[in-house]
């Protein structure tokens, strides 16, 4: 294959695919509608079509103008979205839709691919726009692919558990980098041990070339960091990247009452493991970054750019009252 279409292709896991494309002398063409900063704008090897996902006829001309090789969804969100790209780049050698780890129904650990349970979706459910819906829209699109793979389209899926890196707009991962590079305590929700399984960007890109390379049509694979850590790890390895050190107070649900706060209300934290088996994508030639790695180059961005996570979490005054309390206990 020579050349790609990456649908997206400016924010995050898109911007990451070009780069990783471009490093592997893909003739390069991103597809979007133009409303964020183009990375590549300055770039003469990436070629741009302004058109919006959601109209076909849009779908259709980029088709036309690209012929490409390959094509990358990274902006697919509901099933009808997945069935047009399916249909219009039907005859391409091979169409990656990114899907996520959040498909999957069944609480096993590791989650597998074609054994643990996916989410059903209905049909409000398929045009909702909600995060509650996500992980069944996400699903159902899934299923669009192995139905398309059936006609004979070379359709696969990637699934991603949660993506951090830099560059990443969520700053779910920035709000720990935060407050470990600004305070000396920070609250943790529970004992630390909770493990919910994240992938560097990068790797997220170096996947989804190679199941568009080498995988199977009709499959889904998932793409993750080959080593998980916990909450508390990963609190270890943004202070080492940030050469410092940072104390912890753990909580229980009741301490954290106090302040009126439970553990949901903090980033990447889950009650349940959250795990995926990634061996499939490995006999594919996939290695991860070493999560240490991963971690420096993600502290080091989010700190250059100013990233806080303020949003995504709770405020650093309820953290302090709750501090407060349970230094006095």
């Not at 592997?24 to 900063?37: I, L, Q």
């Not at 390895?237 to 439970?262: G, H, K, M, N, Q």
């Not at 961005?301 to 407060?324: C, F, M, N, V, Y």
Request: aromatic content about 8%; proline content about 5%.
């Amino acid at each position: 294959m020579d050349s790609a279409l990456v649908v997206g292709g400016t924010r995050f896991i898109g911007r990451h695919l070009v780069e990783e494309l471009l490093a592997n002398d893909y003739s390069v063409t991103t597809f979007n509608r133009g409303k964020h900063d183009d990375p590549f704008s300055d770039d003469d090897r990436v070629h741009h079509v302004q058109g919006d996902r959601t109209d076909r006829k849009a779908l259709l001309t980029a088709k036309r103008e690209v012929e490409p090789d390959a094509v990358f969804d990274c902006v697919a969100y509901k099933p009808r979205e997945v069935e047009a790209a399916t249909d219009v780049f039907g005859g391409v050698d091979a169409y990656v839709y990114v899907s996520s780890g959040a498909a999957y129904a069944a609480e096993d650990v590791p989650k597998r691919e074609g054994e643990t349970d996916l989410e059903s979706c209905t049909a409000e459910e398929a045009t909702d726009d909600t995060m509650e819906t996500y992980g069944a829209r996400k699903a159902a699109g899934d299923r669009i692919v192995f139905q398309a793979a059936d006609r004979g389209v070379n359709a696969m899926s990637v699934r991603p558990p949660v993506v951090y890196g830099p560059h990443d707009y969520t700053e779910r991962l920035a709000y720990w980098v935060d407050r470990v590079a600004e305070y000396d305590e920070v609250v943790v929700p529970g004992d630390g041990t909770n493990l919910w399984q994240r992938v560097y960007v990068e790797d997220v890109a170096q996947g989804m070339r190679l199941v568009a390379e080498e995988g199977t049509p009709g499959e889904a694979y998932n793409v993750g960091d080959r080593n998980a850590v916990t909450l508390d790890r990963m609190l270890d390895l943004v202070a080492d990247a940030l050469d410092t050190s940072v104390d912890r107070a753990y909580t229980s649900p009741r301490e954290l009452s106090i302040a009126d706060l439970e553990p949901a209300d903090f980033p990447l934290y889950r009650d349940y493991p959250h795990l995926l088996d990634t061996a499939k994508i490995a006999a594919l030639g996939y290695e991860s970054t070493p999560v240490d790695e991963a971690m420096r180059r993600t502290a080091v961005a989010h700190r250059e750019h100013g990233r806080t996570g303020e949003d995504e979490g709770p405020s650093r005054e309820a953290e302090q009252k709750l501090l407060d309390v349970l230094g006095t206990v």
